[in-house]
C-alpha cells in the first residue's frame, strides 16, 4: 500500500520558519516528480512547489517564491519543504503528492497524495 505521510506543521508567528517533511513507503518514488500543495479555508487546492525526479529542477508558485525551498532526498523517499519568513496568508493544510511522471507543474499529474498537515502563522 503506497503511503505519503507529511509532518513538521503546526503554529508559527509571522516571520518565522517550518520544515516539512513527507515520506512515502509501499514504493519508490525516486524516478517521479514530487510536489507540495495546499488549500486554504473556502479556497481551491493550489500549487506551491514540485521538484523532477533527480532534484535538478524545481518550480515555486510565486507566492512563495524566494521564501519556500523544495528539496528531495531520494535514498530516503521523501521530499521536503523549507519554509522561511512565513506569512498569515501561508496558513492552509499542506500535502504532498507524488505524480506519474519526472517532471510536471500540473496538479493533474499527481496521483498519490498525503493526508495533509496543517500550518498556521499568526500576525
Known amino acids: 500500500q503506497v503511503q505519503l505521510v507529511e509532518s513538521g506543521g503546526g503554529l508559527v508567528q509571522a516571520g518565522g520558519t517550518l520544515r516539512l517533511s513527507c515520506a512515502a513507503s509501499?514504493?519508490?518514488?525516486?524516478?517521479?516528480?514530487l510536489g507540495w500543495f495546499r488549500q486554504a479555508p473556502g479556497k481551491e487546492r493550489e500549487i506551491v512547489a514540485t521538484?523532477?525526479?533527480?532534484?535538478?529542477?524545481?518550480y515555486y508558485a510565486a507566492s512563495v517564491k524566494g521564501r519556500f525551498t523544495i528539496s528531495r532526498d531520494n535514498a530516503k523517499n521523501t521530499v521536503y519543504l523549507q519554509m522561511n519568513s512565513l506569512k498569515p496568508e501561508d496558513t492552509a493544510v499542506y500535502y504532498c503528492?507524488?505524480?506519474?511522471?519526472?517532471?510536471?507543474?500540473?496538479?493533474?499529474?499527481?496521483?498519490?497524495w498525503g493526508q495533509g498537515t496543517q500550518v498556521t502563522v499568526s500576525s
Open positions: 503528492a507524488a505524480a506519474d511522471t519526472k517532471w510536471s507543474i500540473l496538479q493533474r499529474s499527481y496521483h498519490y
Open positions: 521538484i523532477n525526479w533527480d532534484g535538478t529542477s524545481t
Open positions: 509501499g514504493r519508490t518514488f525516486s524516478g517521479a516528480a
